[in-house]
């Protein structure tokens, strides 16, 4: 089915309530584990239907943020889904006490079951019209930026149309978009401290009323930390500072040097190469078709996905106005269906649709054969592990994107991931200070991000045209810091992960793949840390892992700069 002919009916809450309520009579009355997984199907069916729709109204809604019927649907679901949810809990509460658990944790997995503990100290009645507020906010926030309007030469952009004059080879046009885009900055600056003062403010009292110190804790528990913690990620985050830092820094002063620039500003962080970053050659429908091609020679498997998403027209990748910023991959049950939203602008960001996405879309399409449902609650390092090794995976076919400059963009893509990972830290270190510390002024937040910027990027100088930037405002365009607190630091324990698997496909290109394969296959049966050691990974938070990696990288790296310089 083509994802316009999909219906959408709007869940009514109270019938689903009632439904779930007799799954849990029937689960309470049945006499074997047998038994009870038969009830537990219906538990699929009921919650395939609801998520679906829900996520039918969020994809709608984010096609077109100006869409009343779409916007009320998405604010129902915001409104009603915490008080569902908190049934939902009582439901997998009954699961996890089950006396025949032991017999269902065969068939569902130990991390389902961990992952019910953590969502049953995440919720309860008390906090829900805090939830159904922290939702709002949320909405507010992605409406803001979505609905932003720079003028561009007589056209009216939105900040995710902006990016292609941001990093233009002429820095004369990148100065005049960045003061554009610090313009529609300064003019929100201070409806932004207001939403994220009120989203510290909400978070909090919610995990103050479920026992919790500070939302940090809580905010562990959502993200369904289940075989890693905080301690684990601040040893992480020490090998970055220690061992990764100065890697990243030779890259930024490469391209430095590359770029014959005195001085390296934030406006030149997104250029590569004198001649400019490598940009796709063909139409956005010809990057589609060439993805295609690219899949039909990867794998089988891979092929299967992707002819799949094509006759279902399941990508919406073209920017328009009043477009929700950004792109993701999500999943709707009853079809069995990932689907991939993004805002083509003829950046290289567009093959990352094709590469990236794609490779959480690909594992979804995947999961979605295994029969048991809680194997698709991947936890979010094992979803972003799945979708950057993939960008990877997919390097001997980018000439099909990048024609002669496919050297450069190798480069580019290799620097661009290298000189991420201590970006990605600072976003979550941020965090973790704003959480333990929410009686902070926004003043303060900002600082507290300045610092955090001479710690990880030391390089890092703004532009006169950044001044909103420069002041400390930065985190502030980073959409997850608002709508989906400590979701980050899984793009950086992924990205060691894709690393590793880059530094395995130097050796065995096949092996590699069928690692992947099947770590794409065993989803989330499995905790991350038990499935990566599997797939033949070292863990990212063991001593040494990080310094490891750095070393063998750069050999990778140097060999692509020579190769660029011939």
Same mark, same amino acid.
């Given at each position: 089915?083509?994802?316009?002919?999909?219906?959408?009916?709007?869940?009514?809450?109270?019938?689903?309530?009632?439904?779930?309520?007799?799954?849990?009579?029937?689960?309470?009355a049945?006499?074997?584990?047998?038994?009870?997984?038969?009830?537990h199907?219906?538990?699929?069916?009921?919650?395939?239907?609801?998520?679906?729709?829900?996520?039918l109204?969020?994809?709608?809604?984010?096609?077109?943020?100006?869409?009343?019927?779409?916007?009320?649907?998405?604010?129902?679901?915001?409104?009603?889904? #915490? &008080? +569902?949810? /908190?049934? %939902?809990?009582?439901? *997998?509460?009954?699961?996890? !006490?089950?006396?025949?658990?032991? $017999?269902? @944790?065969?068939?569902?997995?130990? #991390? &389902? +079951?961990? /992952?019910? %503990?953590?969502a049953? *100290?995440?919720?309860?009645? !008390?906090?829900?019209?805090?939830? $159904?507020? @922290?939702?709002?906010?949320?909405?507010?926030?992605?409406?803001?930026l979505?609905?932003?309007?720079?003028?561009?030469?007589?056209?009216?952009?939105?900040?995710?149309?902006?990016?292609?004059?941001?990093?233009?080879?002429?820095?004369?046009?990148?100065?005049?978009?960045?003061e554009?885009?610090?313009?529609?900055?300064?003019?929100?600056?201070?409806?932004?401290?207001?939403?994220?003062?009120?989203?510290?403010?909400?978070?909090?009292?919610?995990?103050?009323?479920?026992?919790?110190?500070?939302?940090?804790?809580?905010?562990?528990?959502?993200?369904?930390?289940?075989?890693?913690?905080?301690?684990?990620?601040?040893?992480?985050?020490?090998?970055?500072?220690?061992?990764?830092?100065?890697?990243?820094?030779?890259?930024?002063?490469?391209?430095?040097?590359?770029?014959?620039?005195?001085?390296?500003?934030?406006?030149?962080?997104?250029?590569?190469?004198?001649?400019?970053?490598?940009?796709?050659?063909?139409?956005?429908?010809?990057?589609?078709?060439?993805?295609?091609?690219?899949?039909?020679?990867l794998?089988?498997?891979?092929?299967?996905?992707f002819?799949?998403?094509?006759?279902?027209?399941?990508?919406?990748?073209?920017?328009?106005?009043?477009?929700?910023?950004?792109?993701?991959?999500?999943?709707?049950?009853?079809?069995?269906?990932?689907?991939?939203?993004?805002?083509?602008?003829?950046?290289?960001?567009?093959?990352?649709?094709?590469?990236?996405?794609?490779?959480?879309?690909?594992?979804?399409?995947?999961?979605?054969?295994?029969?048991?449902?809680?194997?698709?609650?991947?936890?979010?390092?094992?979803?972003?592990?799945?979708?950057?090794?993939?960008?990877?995976?997919?390097?001997?076919?980018?000439?099909?994107?990048?024609?002669?400059?496919?050297?450069?963009?190798?480069?580019?893509?290799?620097?661009?991931?290298?000189?991420?990972?201590?970006?990605?830290?600072?976003?979550?270190?941020?965090?973790?200070?704003?959480?333990?510390h929410?009686?902070?002024?926004?003043?303060?937040?900002?600082e507290?991000?300045?610092?955090?910027?001479?710690?990880?990027?030391?390089?890092?100088?703004?532009?006169?045209?950044?001044?909103?930037?420069?002041?400390?405002?930065?985190?502030?365009?980073?959409?997850?810091?608002?709508?989906?607190?400590?979701?980050?630091?899984?793009?950086?324990?992924?990205?060691?992960?894709?690393?590793?698997?880059?530094?395995?496909?130097?050796?065995?290109?096949?092996?590699?793949?069928?690692?992947?394969?099947?770590?794409?296959?065993?989803?989330?049966?499995?905790?991350?840390?038990?499935m990566?050691?599997?797939?033949?990974?070292?863990?990212?938070?063991?001593?040494?892992?990080?310094?490891?990696?750095?070393?063998?990288?750069?050999?990778?790296?140097?060999?692509?700069?020579?190769?660029?310089?011939?």
């Open positions: 089915m083509k994802f316009k002919d999909m219906p959408y009916e709007r869940t009514d809450f109270e019938g689903a309530k009632e439904t779930l309520k007799k799954i849990m009579e029937d689960f309470s049945a006499k074997s584990p047998e038994e009870q997984f038969e009830v199907k219906r538990y699929y069916e009921l919650m395939g239907h609801i998520r679906t729709q829900a996520t109204a969020e994809i709608r809604h984010s096609i077109d943020t100006s869409d009343a019927f779409y916007e009320a649907e998405k604010a129902y679901y915001d409104r009603e889904m #915490p &008080a +569902f949810s /908190n049934l %939902e809990v009582a439901y *997998k509460n009954m699961l996890y !006490a089950s006396p025949f658990r032991q $017999q269902l @944790e065969q068939i569902i997995g130990g #991390p &389902a +079951f961990k /992952n019910m %503990e953590l049953a *100290k995440s919720v309860s009645d !008390a906090v829900i019209p805090l939830m $159904q507020e @922290e939702n709002a906010l949320v909405t507010e926030y992605e409406k803001l979505a609905g932003a309007k720079i003028d561009w030469e007589g056209k009216t952009c939105n900040l995710s149309m902006m990016t292609p004059y941001l990093n233009d080879q002429d820095r004369k046009v990148r100065e005049k978009a960045a554009k885009v610090n313009a529609y900055f300064e003019s929100v600056a201070e409806k932004l401290d207001e939403l994220y003062d009120q989203l510290v403010k909400n978070r909090t009292e919610q995990a103050r009323k479920l026992g919790f110190e500070n939302y940090t804790e809580l905010g562990y528990c959502r993200m369904n930390r289940n075989s890693y913690w905080r301690e684990d990620v601040e040893r992480f985050r020490k090998q970055i500072r220690e061992n990764w830092v100065p890697f990243a820094e030779e890259i930024w002063e490469n391209r430095r040097q590359r770029l014959g620039l005195e001085k390296l500003y934030n406006i030149d962080e997104g250029v590569s190469f004198p001649e400019g970053t490598p940009k796709p050659v063909g139409t956005p429908e010809e990057i589609l078709k060439s993805g295609q091609e690219m899949y039909e020679e794998s089988p498997e891979t092929k299967e996905f002819d799949f998403m094509m006759e279902g027209d399941l990508f919406d990748v073209f920017a328009r106005p009043h477009k929700q910023v950004g792109g993701y991959m999500t999943y709707l049950p009853d079809y069995k269906a990932p689907f991939i939203f993004a805002n083509f602008n003829g950046t290289a960001g567009d093959v990352d649709v094709v590469t990236h996405e794609c490779g959480h879309a690909f594992q979804g399409y995947i999961s979605g054969k295994d029969p048991i449902m809680e194997h698709g609650d991947i936890t979010m390092e094992t979803a972003e592990t799945h979708s950057m090794s993939m960008e990877f995976f997919t390097n001997p076919w980018m000439e099909k994107f990048f024609g002669d400059r496919t050297g450069d963009f190798l480069t580019y893509q290799l620097e661009d991931a290298i000189t991420f990972v201590p970006y990605g830290c600072m976003v979550d270190e941020f965090q973790h200070i704003v959480y333990d929410p009686e902070m002024s926004p003043a303060e937040r900002k507290a991000w300045k610092g955090l910027e001479r710690a990880y990027k030391p390089h890092l100088a703004y532009a006169p045209e950044s001044a909103f930037f420069e002041k400390g405002g930065f985190w502030q365009k980073q959409h997850h810091i608002y709508s989906y607190p400590f979701y980050y630091i899984d793009y950086v324990i992924a990205q060691t992960d894709a690393f590793q698997y880059r530094l395995m496909m130097e050796k065995d290109y096949h092996k590699a793949w069928e690692s992947y394969l099947e770590l794409c296959r065993e989803s989330a049966s499995d905790f991350f840390t038990n990566i050691q599997r797939a033949g990974l070292q863990s990212p938070f063991e001593e040494g892992t990080i310094g490891r990696i750095a070393g063998e990288l750069r050999e990778i790296y140097r060999k692509l700069l020579a190769d660029c310089q011939k």
